[in-house]
């Protein structure tokens, strides 16, 4: 797959000069992120080094993602250089979903971002960002394909990852001829298809069952939001979360039930963080561009998938928000002030024209 950004040869060339690259992607990565991250480690590691890293401190890489080679090429955020030679930072949108890597990133002597999200504020000395793309995965592909660097089994594994995973297992309208040539592609290299699914999408603790029932049962359908075209939404609770035992990431799947709903365009999932702040999951399906809403809301993402973080309060508008929320948000059980707040603002972004 390529296009015909002239920043390709550039970054070709960067790399093909550097003694070191330091790779970053976004804080609490997902797969396309870590996938397409290891990806490119893997395939430079042979001609130069490589620190790849994410965040801070702990270094957890999500629990689903346990299965993905490379990560002998993660170190903490601290061992990268102060002021990196050369830095790759792939799948992020803008430098402060780096963390803590965000500083290194501004000194770096050359940062090249590789990146699908339309909502890309171009932060690099070189931006490589294309909104057409099915996946980071694609983009990470095409620069290791300009390299010159044969792919092997790892490298497809990780690049197959990101791909299922940003296509949602090749369903979403990203999905084009070019998106199913790549995945042959990559499953040439002797991947397994099945085990790559399982771990992203069809293995959860048993305690997840009990969380999703709870989600689910307080789901709230409102025909008249997103301007008449539907909005289905649910939280997970800190409280459904602890009953389980299980971590935020956990919680990640629960859109993918609620996206069914037929009387809705647009779902969505308030998630409670650890520290009681909501990470808003958002969903649509043919129409509305859920990006646009949530970066109004200081968040980000694709016309179709995309979200925010609401640390709580109401908002200027919250109030009056609230008073239009009916009675069924309000009585949604658990839901609380803080996750009204952040529907209320999520609904009057969907409700602008
Ligand atoms: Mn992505």
């Known amino acids: ?16 000069r550097a003694g070191q690259a330091c790779l970053a992607c976004h804080v609490r ?45 993660l ?31 501004a000194a770096a002597g050359q940062l090249i971002v590789l990146d699908h999200h339309a909502s890309n504020t171009g932060f690099g000395t070189l931006n490589i960002v294309d909104p ?32 299922v995973a940003d296509t949602g297992s090749f369903k979403y309208s990203s999905v084009t001829p070019a998106v199913h040539r790549l995945a042959a592609e990559l499953l040439s ?6 085990q790559v699914s399982r771990e992203l999408y069809d293995r959860a603790p048993f305690g997840y069952l009990g969380l999703l029932s709870a989600a689910l049962g307080r789901a709230v359908l409102e025909p008249d939001s997103a301007r008449g075209l539907g909005l289905v939404w649910t ?13 935020l990431d956990a919680a990640e799947s629960v859109i993918d039930e609620l996206r069914r709903t037929d009387e809705a365009e647009v779902a969505a999932v308030l998630k409670q963080a650890d520290d009681g702040t ?21 968040g980000g993402g694709h016309a179709r998938a995309a979200g925010f973080w609401y640390v709580g309060g109401e ?18 059980a658990g839901a609380g002030l803080a996750a009204e707040g952040a529907i209320a603002a999520l609904r009057r972004e969907l409700g602008r024209p």
């Open 1 to 16: 797959m390529t296009t015909t950004n002239p920043d390709w040869a550039r970054a070709v060339k960067i790399l093909e």
């Open 132 to 163: 057409q793309a099915a996946a980071t995965a694609v983009l990470a592909h095409e620069l290791i394909e300009r390299l010159g660097i044969r792919l092997t089994r790892d490298i497809a594994l990780c690049l197959y990852t990101g791909l």
């Open 189 to 194: 290299y002797g991947i397994d298809p099945a």
């Open 278 to 298: 909501w990470q808003v999951s958002v969903r649509s399906k043919s129409i509305v561009d859920v990006g646009k809403a949530c970066a109004a809301l200081g």
């Open 75 to 105: 170190v903490p955020a601290g061992r990268l250089p102060g002021r990196p030679e050369v830095m790759v930072s792939l799948d992020t949108s803008s430098p402060d979903r780096l963390g803590a890597l965000a500083g290194r990133a």
């Open 29 to 73: 990565p997902d797969a396309d992120a870590l996938g397409s991250m290891l990806a490119l480690g893997l395939a430079l590691q042979d001609r130069l080094t490589v620190l790849a890293s994410f965040d801070d401190e702990a270094l957890d890489v999500p629990a689903g993602l346990g299965f993905l080679p490379g990560r002998e090429l």
């Open 315 to 332: 908002g200027p508008a919250g109030a009056a928000a609230r008073e239009s929320a009916g009675a069924a948000a309000r009585e949604s």
């Open 235 to 247: 939280t997970v609770t800190l409280a459904d979360r602890n009953r389980a035992g299980l971590p």
